[in-house]
């Protein structure tokens, strides 16, 4: 039974193994901040690796990185670590580095990261743009409207013209599609330029991501650990949440089915989780606990990291086997309810007072449960987390830009293509539509010309012939055609006679 080491007590009594067939089943790292939260994840995410397991986080702190580099004898943490190594019986305590592959959306600090609005769908893409029911109705008829007619939607600006030509086209749509409101069309483009103001048009685009890429294990047999630098990302909290369910549903999309494998193809990290579930509509919530709960067959491991664990909803929660619960502060009603709540989430233990305990945690102490490999919980037990073998802290920037030169992704994502895509197609025939539009204007305004000018010389004709030159002029010309007339006849009638006479 392959497992990994995540703790023991100072006596090194109550060790906690994470069973690796159990590690796709899910788990919860908890606590306040400064409590170790970050430590813990460090720790899995390098034994997981070590193991042969790809990992993806995102170092929302920066602090992170460090998972790249081997930790120092020189250290100030050194001597605390070496010391809660011995006392938990973690021997030998070596330092090591982790295969890691740097990721960022901005392109600034690692291979950029996209995906096309299409692969987005309208579903996350409501929930990024903070849509109302009614706007999102009508982003679903757009994204409708481009399958039906083979209209790729890559990035922002193709959206945009899709919308547009909707407008534009409204009531040949609503009988087929429904109701395109301009008003409603109005807020999404607003929403759209808010989005694009933050930084997420590089996110859609191409080249998009090949989630696979997210799951390599290196020439050594580790597992490649994806970092995602987040601490940018953070200032666009539904960026950031959205971006990570989307990597979870591409994930669920494209793996096979492997039933619970003995270790997972890939655990993903989901710090800052309460951000996932914010203000998230039902439909949202709904798809979370779809894929929370089916993608472990798929051979994926989730980790929601949180302050408070209360910030994960119930029906997700209770899928998540594995946990590590540091301290939790109870100065607050809202505190005292999670460590009430928290406590009820263990398998009890008579030897260990949970509500008590969560408060008294010290830093890089927590409290443990993980999955046996009959699938259930091991009783709660306190213990010291191990100490990380790779460095506690980030890279400097020199560290960080060799090894994304170096990087088995180097060149493959950094230009960005812009292919023919609804932009362009769109906008084509919205300037053919421009011209036959003008060109019938034009005929229209000829016609209407013409009109008034007939119009105008008639009138000019009747007012000549009823003034008194015109009268005079008729007169004298009705004369010459009597004369003319009358003269005529008389030729005629001598011809005629004279012709009678010969006979």
């Known amino acids: 039974m392959e497992s990994i080491f995540v703790g023991a007590k100072e006596d090194g009594t109550a060790a906690q193994q994470l069973v690796l067939r159990r590690a796709n089943r899910h788990g919860l790292i908890a606590g306040a901040t400064g409590t170790g939260k970050t430590v813990s994840l460090q720790v899995l995410a390098q034994a997981l690796s070590d193991q042969g397991v790809a990992v993806f986080l995102a170092d929302v702190k920066g602090d992170l990185s460090g998972i790249a580099m081997p930790g120092s004898p020189t250290a100030k943490s050194n001597e605390a670590f070496q010391a809660r190594a011995a006392s938990i019986g973690l021997s030998p305590y070596t330092y090591s580095d982790t295969p890691a592959i740097f990721w960022d959306l901005f392109g600034q600090q690692g291979h950029p990261v996209r995906t096309t609005i299409s692969e987005m769908g309208p579903l996350l893409l409501a929930r990024l743009l903070g849509l109302n029911d009614t706007q999102e109705g009508v982003l679903h008829i757009a994204f409708k409207v481009a399958d039906d007619q083979q209209q790729l939607l890559l990035d922002l600006k193709d959206l945009r013209q899709m919308l547009i030509w909707c407008a534009d086209n409204a009531q040949e749509i609503a009988t087929r599609y429904g109701n395109v409101a301009a008003a409603s069309v109005g807020a999404i ?114 980790y929601f990291v949180t302050q408070n664990p209360l910030d994960v909803p119930d ?46 945690l010290k830093t890089g102490e927590a409290l443990v449960s993980l999955l ?93 012939r009823n003034s008194p030159i015109g009268q005079g002029q008729g007169m004298a010309t009705t004369m010459v055609r009597g004369l003319v007339v009358t003269e005529g006849r008389k030729f005629l009638r001598g011809m005629l006679g004279g012709l009678l006479k010969g006979r």
Request: net charge neutral.
């Open 189 to 302: 483009q607003r929403q759209l330029l808010a989005l694009e103001s933050q930084g997420g048009d590089k996110f859609f685009g191409e080249p998009a991501l090949d989630i696979t890429d997210m799951l390599r294990t290196a020439e050594d047999g580790r597992g490649q650990v994806n970092v995602l630098a987040a601490d940018r990302l953070m200032a666009s909290p539904k960026l950031y949440s959205t971006f990570l369910l989307w990597m979870l549903s591409e994930l669920f999309e494209a793996l096979p089915e492997v039933g619970d494998p003995d270790k997972p193809k890939l655990v993903f990290f989901f710090d800052e989780a309460h951000l996932l579930f914010d203000e998230a509509p039902k439909a949202l919530l709904d798809k979370v606990e779809q894929v929370v709960r089916l993608i472990r067959s798929k051979g994926v491991g989730v």
């Open 372 to 464: 046996q490999e009959d699938g259930a919980p091991t009783p709660v037990e306190r213990v010291l987390i191990r100490p990380p073998s790779s460095r506690l802290g980030p890279l400097t920037s020199a560290e960080r830009k060799v090894l994304v030169a170096s990087s088995p992704f180097a060149g493959r994502y950094e230009e960005r293509i812009d292919r023919v895509s609804a932009f362009e197609n769109l906008s084509g025939d919205a300037a053919q539509r421009q011209q036959q539009k003008q060109a019938a204007k034009d005929e229209a305004a000829a016609k209407k010309a013409e009109t008034a000018a007939a119009r105008e010389k008639a009138a000019a004709d009747r007012a000549y």
């Open 315 to 360: 029906v997700i929660a209770g899928q998540l086997g594995n946990r590590i619960q540091h301290a939790l502060r109870a100065f607050t009603p809202r505190d005292q309810k999670a460590v009430k709540a928290a406590a009820t989430t263990f398998r009890p233990n008579p030897k260990v007072d949970v509500e008590q305990a969560i408060t008294e």
